[in-house]
Nanobody, 121 residues
């Protein structure tokens, strides 16, 4: 069955970096866009970044531009989120989701279980 599993979360100091990974199984990752989303306590889930099947990046959140990047390795069936210059306001549970197709403009179909990122001194 389709499965998305996030890893790499943890506690990091402000200004630090983390690399999250989304491991996909049960479908052909090559054909699908994958997005990263986050949900902070008491807030609605928001989009962060997305990468299309052709590796085009779409930023959903202006607040991460210049700090976060997304990449995919279809051979390894992973999509990574590199987060640099982290701020306390980046604290959230981070989720990856597959789209219904190759474009980041499509609806989300499958979700991972999330990984906690805490930015604090």
């Amino acid at each position: 069955q389709v499965q998305l599993v996030e890893s790499g979360g943890g506690l990091v100091q402000p200004g630090g970096s983390l690399r999250l990974s989304c491991a996909a199984s049960g479908f052909t990752l090559d054909d699908y866009a994958i997005g990263w989303f986050r949900q902070a306590p008491g807030k609605v889930r928001e989009g962060v970044l997305c990468i299309s099947s052709s590796a085009k990046t779409t930023y959903y959140a202006d607040s991460v531009k210049g700090r976060f990047t997304i990449s995919r390795d279809n051979a390894k069936k992973t999509v990574d989120l590199q987060m640099n210059s982290l701020k306390p306001e980046d604290t959230a549970v981070y989720y990856c989701a597959s789209k219904f197709g190759s474009s980041c403009l499509l609806q989300n179909r499958y979700w991972g279980q999330g990984t906690q990122v805490t930015v604090s001194s």
